[in-house]
């Protein structure tokens, strides 16, 4: 299979299964998103999504987070992943946002990446998900499923490098989405270690699962009769 028909084979796939995909972090406003986005670095969204509601209520803007001090603020995150920088983050963050941006969140690339605690992956996600920019912000999933599925060359060996492969054969209204396509197959189905290949309705275009076919399915049967014998 020629990359020009496995990209088609997958946007297909996605396109008819998971045709509204979005993120999982719960945010009504851009200033929402970008604090839940910061806290969700190697933290899972279900934690984020339990955490945020009370920081919220609390800091209902970014003009009351920006007012804020570290011991304020730091017991609302204190169960998130790196709570101490995080922290310093989102006060240094919403102060930049209202001294340099007039406390409306930018919303290109360039500017989001200079506020605190937001790196290319942020503002990438930040710009898609509010704007539906064509920006396609690689995490770990991403990563992962690019080069698994066979979407990027074996020489991809950096998220920006995987992200102008998928950019460029990706159509451009539809990179916003295939972000959370790509997310939600490798959170869910193509997971890190012992990917759900025989649930898996892209299979037919993935390389990995081409070059270990044999094994998978072998495996696979392993695990039904295992199941069927502990019944």
């Known amino acids: 299979m020629t990359k020009k028909e496995r990209y088609e084979f997958v946007i297909d796939y996605f396109q008819k299964h998971l045709p509204e995909a979005e993120t999982e972090l719960d945010y009504e406003d851009p200033y929402e998103l970008i604090v839940a986005v910061i806290l969700s670095a190697q933290c899972t969204d279900k934690r984020v999504n339990m955490t945020t509601p009370a920081i919220f209520k609390r800091f209902p803007d970014v003009a009351s987070l920006s007012k804020t001090d570290f011991d304020e603020l730091f017991p609302f995150i204190k169960s998130i992943s790196y ?102 197959h490798g959170r869910y189905i193509c997971i890190a270690r012992n990917p759900k290949c025989n649930l898996c309705g892209v299979r037919p275009a993935c390389r990995y699962f081409s070059l270990n076919k044999g094994v998978l399915l072998n495996d696979n049967d392993k695990n039904h009769s295992s199941k069927k014998t502990t019944n």
Do not use: C, Y
């Not at 990446?113 to 690689?138: C, F, H, W, Y």
């Open 83 to 184: 709570p101490n920088n995080k922290t310093k983050h989102l006060i240094g963050m919403a102060k930049m946002v209202v001294e340099k941006f007039n406390g409306k969140i930018p919303m290109t690339v360039d500017e989001l990446i200079e506020l605190p605690g937001v790196g290319r992956k942020t503002a990438n996600v930040i710009t898609s998900v509010v704007d539906k920019q064509p920006n396609m912000a690689v995490d770990t999933h991403v990563f992962r499923l690019s080069k698994r599925i066979g979407l990027v060359s074996a020489t991809a060996n950096t998220p920006i490098a995987v992200e102008r492969e998928l950019i460029k054969n990706i159509p451009k209204e539809l990179i916003h989405k295939a972000h959370h396509w790509l997310i939600l």
